[in-house]
Each structure stands twice: as structure tokens, then as C-alpha cells.
């Protein structure tokens, strides 16, 4: 039912994906990739979750969030979207920002551990030399 307020798919049309008995229209499949912070390939399951993203990737999409939620602030401004509308829009911006500090955040303590480990292994062959 979140979805559905989120998204503006009904609940019925979504229970229809769920159940496969219908595919999803472009536009609803792009909604459902970035409600999920996922590729549509990765939805449809042709491809892998993404790989960790490089400083650029993570700058961009950092941008992106910021000239969306710009965008939604404006046409709110000049009555091209409702309040209620442009909330709504400010909160799915505000959930990817969260995902995506998460996903930086996880990424940075893989890192931490990968060097940790090569660090440890390094100095046990010190120490058997």
C-alpha cells in the first residue's frame, strides 16, 4: 500500500507484478528501479546487482538527487505540482540520499576490512621470513 501512495501504481497492479501475470510498462518499471535504488535490468533479473561505485558515480548521484529535488521545489513554486505532490517527491529524494549514504557507508568498511586483512597477510609472511 506504500507503493502504491509512493508510486501511484495501485495495489492491484502491483499484486500483478508480484504474481508475474502482467510485465510493468517502462515508465512503471522506472518508477519501481528508483524507488529501490536498483537498475531496471536488476528488477527484471537480466543483470547483476550493480558493483560498488566509483567517487564520480557517487558525485553523480549526489547531483542528481539535488537537481531533482530543485526541479520538484520549482514547479511547486509556480503551481505546475501540488504541495502535496512536490512532499511526496521531497521524501523519495530524501530516501535515496539515505540508501545511497548507506551504500557509501558499507562500501567504505568493505575497504577498511579489505586493507585490514591484506595488512594482517602481509605482516604473518613478515614474520615467517
Do not use: C
Not at 17 to 32: G, M, Q, V
Request: aromatic share 10%; hydrophobic share 30%; net charge negative.
Amino acid at each position: 500500500m506504500q507503493l502504491e501512495q509512493e508510486l501511484g501504481i495501485s495495489y492491484f497492479t502491483l499484486r500483478r507484478y508480484e504474481r508475474e501475470e502482467t510485465e510493468p510498462k517502462l515508465d512503471n518499471w522506472l518508477k519501481l528501479a528508483d524507488y529501490f535504488g536498483v537498475s531496471v535490468g536488476y528488477l527484471q533479473g537480466i543483470e547483476a546487482k550493480t558493483e560498488p561505485k566509483s567517487e564520480l558515480e557517487h558525485q553523480k548521484s549526489h547531483d542528481a538527487i539535488w537537481k531533482g529535488m530543485a526541479k520538484t521545489l520549482r514547479a511547486a513554486s509556480v503551481g505546475t505540482i501540488g504541495w502535496e505532490e512536490a512532499y511526496q517527491d521531497l521524501k523519495r529524494y530524501q530516501r535515496k540520499s539515505d540508501e545511497l549514504r548507506f551504500e557509501e557507508k558499507q562500501e567504505t568498511q568493505q575497504h577498511m576490512f579489505d586493507l585490514a586483512l591484506q595488512t594482517f597477510k602481509g605482516r604473518d609472511r613478515n614474520e615467517k621470513e
